[in-house]
């Protein structure tokens, strides 16, 4: 299997005829790279729906149309469009197996559930149609996410995700990634209690936590620029209806004041498009800012690796110095057997040696699982590390490229603004 890490194909739906491939054929398709180099993916419309929910009760949601097509059939015919209807709910659903299934990478965050960071004019109802329609393109792009990673791609819930609209849940569910999720106290309980953490895995965090306070930071200021830089458009309404008025009791004038107020309610208008602009980037940002979980998530499972590790360690130790006491019949520390032993007399030679005996099998099964538990550690730093830095190529390029857009967006704006101006300037010289 060939991809190269870097590429996003543009992605946007899957022929009919492909939702009876078997699995072993599955398997061979992804092998051989083949569909996905033929497969569009695109989430091309949001619908709000009412209906029941798990608890029989009314609620309403908003269903979104995925669609996929493949590009063409081996004789080179285009074929239709396949399409079916998911909830948020099941890209949770999807993303919250693809974080217990692939624990080493980091998997694409989902767009914000309801609006954070908005300013005066945006609504935070997440039924809101604009908060809708940046939601869907920001599903969209979670989905072409995880088909340009070279390892999700292959994963085939993922497939039925996008081609299997019924039982689907039932699917994931039967996979039992529940039972594997690993829960939020032996996570916390791991934290602060790894005695050797990776300095690797340490750094990390702390970066995702600082990545995580700048772009909250930045979209919080951006806000209050937005709510301010309206302001200051609007009001330029009141120049254009001042002029339309004065324009009025002007005979030699009126023109040119018609004219100019003319610029100036164009000028106002146009911050409204503007923005809406602006939120995309502001979206691009919220993306990076849900990575910082992301990151973190790979961190905690570390943790927890390490600390079973370290446990399975102190356990193998404790047997060990127990079989050597009960072999040299000398007791280095205190304990309830010892106390025992005080208490109700020395054990029979016979007692002693089944002991031993027991303890010894333990020590070899212990012996066994230590070496699976470090084996299972270097391979899983091995992939998670190879995964931050195709993580970390990603993230620098698509930030550079979002800034960049966002400068080139605001020098626009500001041209925009000195075009009004000089059109009104114009305007006053042929008074």
Known sequence: FEMEPDCCPDWSAVARSWLTVTSASWVQMTHNNFWLKKIEISVSEAEKRTGRNAMNMQETYTAYLIETRSVEHTDGQSVLTDSLWRRYSEFELLRNYLLVYYPHIVVPPLPEKRAEFVWHKLSADNMDPDFVERRRIGLENFLLRIASHPILCRDKIFYLFLTQEGNWKETVNETGFQLKADS???????????????????DLKHYSDELQSVISHLL???????DRLYGVYKVHGNYGRVFSEWSAIEKEMGDGLQSAGHHMDVYASSIDDILEDEEHYADQLKEYLFYAEALRAVCRKHELMQYDLEMAAQDLASKKQQCEELATGTVRTFSLKGMTTKLFGQETPEQREARIKVLEEQINEGEQQLKSKNL???????????????????????????????????ISMCKKGIQVWTNAKECFNKM
């Open 376 to 410: 299972e550690g270097r391979e899983f730093v091995k992939n998670a590390w190879a995964d931050i830095e195709r993580f970390k190529e990603q993230k620098n390029r698509d930030l550079k490229e979002a800034l960049i857009s966002y400068a080139v967006m605001q």
């Open 220 to 226: 919080r200021v951006r806000a209050r620029v937005a």
């Open 184 to 202: 939020r106290l032996k996570a916390l309980n791991a934290t602060f209690r790894v005695k050797n953490p990776d300095k690797r895995f340490t």
